[in-house]
């Protein structure tokens, strides 16, 4: 059935009936069962009685209730509905309306793109309502999607006229959170008679952010931060510094250079593009219109036209052009240096000149990159259809209404969809073979990775040796300086790939190099030997050292000993640093049997600690300072000049302050002389006479027949030729090597020669020997060894005591007798010497024409000279004296060379009646109360042995008070024991008699020269 509005049933078509006052179409009456399907086709719009209506619904009933409305369907599809009967059977209702003369269009306007953090834009809604017929009424809104209305009030309202509607609605589009949100709102118009049209608007929403701003980043790192160090090479089988070179260092020595810093130095700039490109794209869908015309087919039997509704159809495609927006961005290396160590140099005072290091066991980086600034490398534009059809064909129905329409769509969404992102790559860079490029070159989506920093470098210090050299010789040449300043520069240059061009290297300074101290060391711990055994002096000088004239002295010159509490200087020995040592000796010495005039250096050989001199005799004796001093080998003393010096170079000991090069020492010494050799040469008594002459009255002395001290000479070695008992001292029994004379002594009276020596300054005119004799008695039998006193008697004074007031009897000399064999060249070269280098002016007027002076200085020598006392003390003067020294013209002064050995000449004599008693005896208390004459046998000792003892002094310049030299009672040298004294001998009977120092002969206390004259005959 077909109804209208008002509940008017009209015909459905030509087969409708009228059943009861309505129009019914019956399907298949009668045939069908329950359940059978059945179907019927509704027109879309139906003429009747002039007026045009138009399907709006559809609906089932039961036949018998029809207000019960199943499966309804709003709008003129399906116009076929299909039922399955129902017992009763049921109704198909077709409502039906007249046909509106309404058209409405509509449109959304907004944004078409949004940033994707918004979740919603504003846009504004306008319709267009038109009427060809009744005028318009109403309107309503009766759907929205992904929008909604501001004001809700704006979603109905009134219309009048035949044109009218509403623009600028706003309204606000939510985004869905796709890429892209499509909004819709479907808006019907009504006229007066209910007649209606409605249309649907669409507005599509793009999520598109617009490219960011374009980004750079770099970043550098040029300072290495270099650190550095100078040290001493380790000695041989160490590891560690052999010197710590801030304290000190000597020169030769080898010094190492170290330096750090960093593996690698950059310098770089990304740059980030970041754009969006505009991509033209048309969007075609293609519509299929189907509708219905009324075509007349003929007449009816009225003759009036018979219409019939016959289908039509037509396909339109429409176009939208789109323009789409494709967002890309990527990064290009701009700017690029990395640098890699190349050498370091490092300076200092002690370094030879400037050291250069290269990297040892270092690997530089790797670097590649290529730098692109042609866009067109960087992207892969996107490949669309373009026109883009969207599939498939919408179905346009018009129905009766004529031609429809295409609606009105937004394909903005199938627009975007049909352009891919533009694909995007970075320039390429990888660096030092990571596992990550720092800029990856690989096509991406859109965007590109963010490219990666150049990481930090490892940090070499200068204890990781990346910078080192070492073997680095401090030249001698290099004085001593303090703390010298040290400086270096490392560099770096360019490695790799470098953007935009090459770059010039890195230079930057090397940090914290430590200071160098130069000091070489040297050190004098000197010393001389002290020849302590051999000085005789009366009063030794314990603070000086004893240089003995003729004897050979040593110097200690060694090169250890105490420095500076410096690693590996302290006690140690310094030889390797010191260029020479050497002496200087204010007084002439042979060095190697060659003479060395005094004040030069004198250079001892490197191979010796110690050193020989000998002192020659023409050497004054007296205080002098012996310096000493030990070269640093970078000292700028040299030792070329033996006479320069440079106290300012000086410092004593060692040079423990480096402004200093040479240590020194002075050494006091004290030379001299000696007293010597003394030996009996001849002796009076005619038993005596073949022990020294070849026969009886012989003027001649035989060689080698005198009697010496003992078998050892002045030096206490072994003489030469040698001496042997009987020829040694004390003169006595057992001393005759004459056959049955064994037991003889001497018998008083007689006198006996001797001569003994001198070495040093020995040679004034107030110069001289003292002797002072005592005496002791022994017994034949060697036994009963005592001190006496000894007494003489002469024409006038009985009983004289040797020494005391009373003995007042003078002994002269004459130096030039036969017997004393003194050769004119000794009287010669004494008198030359005398003139020449003793006398003083007025000695010379005295002593008158040189020449003659010299010539009759023997003659003079034959008249006596005053020694002394007779017998209690003798002091040998300069006419005792001949000068017997070397003739050496090479000596340093041979005049003094030959005067500085001394030979003295004397002779001693007990009286002929000499009488002995003990020490102290009170021979005059005796007197008087005994008879007292030369028989008195109770109080004279006469069966035994007067013996002789002499002490031996030297006189300088008449000081008496103050004897130099001693020949027996020196505090350091017994000379006497020195040349061998015996201790004891034994006589024929087999007696010991022991020997004291000083001991020179033995009389007979009870023999006489009278017994030989029967008067006294002096001798």
């Not at 918004?118 to 017929?133: N, P, Q, W």
């Not at 073979?433 to 990481?455: F, H, V, Y």
């Not at 008070?961 to 061998?980: A, I, K």
Request: proline share 7%.
């Amino acid at each position: 059935m077909c109804f209208l509005s008002d509940g008017t049933t009209i015909p459905c078509n030509n087969n409708s009936t009228v059943v009861n006052g309505y129009y019914v179409n019956h399907i298949k009456p009668g045939e069908l069962f329950v359940g059978s399907t059945a179907s019927f086709s509704f027109q879309n719009q139906i003429t009747w009685k002039g007026q045009d209506y138009v399907l709006y619904q559809s609906y089932i009933t039961p036949f018998d209730d029809w207000s019960q409305h199943d499966n309804v369907v709003d709008g003129n599809d399906p116009l076929t509905r299909t039922i399955t009967a129902d017992p009763g059977g049921n109704k198909i209702m077709g409502m039906y309306k007249p046909k509106s003369t309404v058209s409405v269009t509509a449109t959304i306007d907004g944004p078409t793109e949004a940033d994707s953090t918004a979740t919603e834009v504003d846009g504004t809604f306008s319709f267009d309502a038109l009427s060809k017929g009744a005028d318009l009424s109403k309107y309503e809104i009766t759907n929205t999607v992904n929008c909604t209305f501001v004001k809700p009030g704006d979603k109905t309202g009134s219309l009048s006229g035949k044109a009218d509607g509403r623009s600028g609605l706003p309204i606000k589009i939510q985004l869905s959170g796709g890429p892209s949100t499509k909004a819709s709102v479907t808006v019907k118009a009504y006229d007066v008679n209910g007649g209606s049209d409605l249309a649907t608007a669409e507005h599509t929403v793009v999520v598109y952010n617009a490219p960011p701003p374009a980004q750079s980043v770099g970043g550098q790192d040029l300072d290495p931060n270099s650190n550095g160090k100078i040290g001493a090479d380790p000695a041989p089988g160490s590891s560690s510094d052999k010197f710590n070179v801030t304290q000190g260092v000597p020169t030769h020595e080898y010094l190492y250079t170290q330096a750090g810093g960093k593996r690698y130095l950059y310098n770089y700039h990304y740059q980030q593009v970041s754009k969006f490109k505009e991509y033209p794209i048309t969007v075609q869908k293609s519509f299929h219109l189907t509708w219905e015309e009324q075509v007349q087919t003929g007449t009816d039997e009225q003759g009036n036209p018979v219409y019939e509704w016959q289908p039509r159809e037509d396909t339109v495609v429409i176009p939208q052009p789109y323009t789409v927006k494709r967002n890309y961005s990527y990064w290009m290396v701009d700017s690029l240096n990395v640098y890699k160590m190349s050498y370091a140099t490092m300076q200092n005072y002690a370094l030879p000149g400037i050291v250069t290091m290269s990297p040892r066991n270092y690997a530089a980086p790797d670097v590649y990159a290529d730098h692109h600034s042609d866009e067109a490398w960087h992207l892969q534009e996107p490949k669309y259809p373009n026109p883009y059809m969207i599939p498939g064909v919408e179905e346009v129905s018009g129905g009766q209404n004529g031609r429809p329409n295409p609606p009105s769509e937004d394909w903005r969404s199938e627009a975007e969809q049909q352009i891919p992102k533009i694909k995007v790559r970075n320039d390429p860079f990888s660096f030092d073979n990571l596992p990550q490029a720092r800029m990856d070159s690989s096509w991406q989506d859109e965007k590109t990775q963010n490219p990666l920093d150049i990481p930090a470098p490892q940090q070499y210090q200068d204890s990781d040796r990346v910078f080192y050299q070492n073997h680095l010789y401090i030249d001698p040449s290099k004085i001593n300086q303090y703390q010298t300043s040290s400086s270096g520069k490392v560099h770096y240059v360019p490695t790799g790939t470098t953007i935009p061009s090459q770059a010039a290297e890195v230079v930057d300074d090397i940090h914290n190099i430590n200071y160098v101290t130069v000091h070489t060391p040297t050190v004098c711990y000197c010393d001389i030997s002290d020849d302590r055994d051999h000085n005789q002096m009366t009063v030794p000088d314990p603070a000086r050292r004893s240089l003995i004239l003729t004897r050979n002295f040593t110097v200690s010159v060694p090169t250890d000993g105490p420095h500076q509490n410096y690693l590996n200087y302290g006690t140690r020995d310094y030889a390797e640093y010191i260029q020479t040592r050497q002496v200087w000796f204010p007084f002439d010495v042979y060095m190697d049997g060659e003479w060395k005039k005094s004040g030069q250096w004198l250079t001892i050989p490197k191979a010796y600690k110690a050193y020989t001199f000998a002192l020659p005799v023409w050497v004054n004796e007296g205080d002098y300072d012996v310096k000493f001093r030990a070269v640093a080998e970078n000292s700028p003393v040299q030792e070329g000049d033996p006479y320069y010096t440079n106290a300012s170079q000086e410092e004593n000991q060692a040079n423990l302050n480096l402004a200093h090069h040479i240590a020194t020492k002075i050494i006091p010494v004290k030379v001299i002389g000696r007293l010597f050799d003394f030996k009996v040469t001849d002796v009076a008594d005619y038993n005596w006479e073949l022990v020294f002459r070849p026969y009886k009255g012989s003027r001649d002395i035989l060689p080698n027949r005198s009697y010496w001290v003992g078998d050892r000479d002045f030096n206490g070695d072994k003489r030469n030729p040698t001496v042997a008992p009987p020829f040694e001292l004390p003169l006595g029994p057992k001393s005759s090597p004459l056959a049955g004379y064994s037991n003889v002594a001497v018998k008083t009276g007689y006198h006996f020669k001797f001569d003994l020596k001198t070495v040093g300054n020995m040679y004034g005119l107030y110069d001289g020997i003292r002797i002072t004799p005592s005496f002791t008695f022994i017994k034949k039998d060697g036994t009963g060894r005592q001190d006496v006193d000894l007494y003489y008697s002469t024409n006038t004074k009985p009983f004289v005591k040797i020494g005391s007031q009373e003995d007042t009897l003078k002994r002269q000399f004459v130096l030039n007798t036969p017997l004393r064999n003194v050769t004119n060249a000794e009287f010669t070269d004494t008198a030359t010497f005398l003139y020449d280098r003793v006398f003083n002016n007025q000695d010379r007027a005295t002593a008158g024409n040189r020449t003659l002076y010299i010539n009759n200085y023997s003659y003079k020598a034959e008249k006596p000279v005053p020694i002394g006392s007779a017998y209690a003390w003798e002091l040998l003067s300069s006419g005792t004296r001949t000068f017997i020294g070397v003739h050496n013209n090479d000596a340093g002064d041979p005049a003094l060379a030959n005067a500085a050995v001394q030979k003295w000449y004397g002779e001693y004599s007990l009286p002929a009646a000499v009488k002995a008693v003990p020490k102290n005896f009170d021979l005059a208390g005796y007197a008087r109360t005994h008879v007292l004459d030369d028989h008195s046998k109770d109080v004279w000792l006469k069966n035994g042995y007067l013996i002789v003892n002499f002490n031996i002094e030297t006189i300088q310049n008449g000081d008496t008070d103050h004897p130099h030299l001693q020949y027996l009672h020196g505090p350091w040298d017994n000379q006497w024991r020195m040349e061998g004294m015996r201790s004891s001998f034994t006589d024929a009977e087999g007696h010991v008699f022991e020997i004291r120092d000083g001991d020179v002969l033995y009389y007979h206390a009870d023999k006489s020269s009278y017994d030989d004259f029967g008067t006294y005959v002096p001798h």
